[in-house]
């Protein structure tokens, strides 16, 4: 069973930045393509951003793209959510995830592994 926990959300003022990190245990973390989530209190989990296995592909949302990058760097099994230029409306749980058969999905139905979620908070 492959375990992530995230880290490094909080409270910023908008238009400031953030940095997600996600660890990776229980399993070959550079066989998985990695992503990111987002879900704010009563709506549905929204596709964020994602990252292949070898980290050369990268897919995002339009509503990120300009603004958030993700990376990760398979020798310390860790994947990041770097966070620029935020606004209240991205205030939400960012939750990592894992997928065993697909590089940079967009939907949730297609990831494996989730960890808990990280709280992000952007005031006006």
């Known amino acids: 069973q492959v375990q992530l926990v995230e880290s490094g959300g909080g409270l910023v003022q908008a238009g400031g930045s953030l940095r997600l990190s996600c660890a990776a245990s229980?399993?070959?973390?550079?066989?998985?393509?990695m992503g990111w989530f987002r879900q704010a209190p009563g709506k549905e989990r929204e596709f964020v951003a994602a990252i292949n296995l070898s980290g050369g592909i990268t897919n995002y949302a339009d509503f990120v793209k300009g603004r958030f990058t993700i990376s990760r760097d398979n020798d310390k099994n860790m994947v990041y959510l770097q966070m620029n230029s935020l606004k209240p409306e991205d205030t939400a749980a960012y939750y990592c995830a894992g997928s065993v058969r697909y590089s940079t999905s967009t939907y949730r139905g297609l990831y494996d592994y989730w960890g808990q979620g990280t709280q992000v908070t952007v005031s006006s």
């Open positions: 229980g399993g070959t973390f550079s066989s998985y393509g």
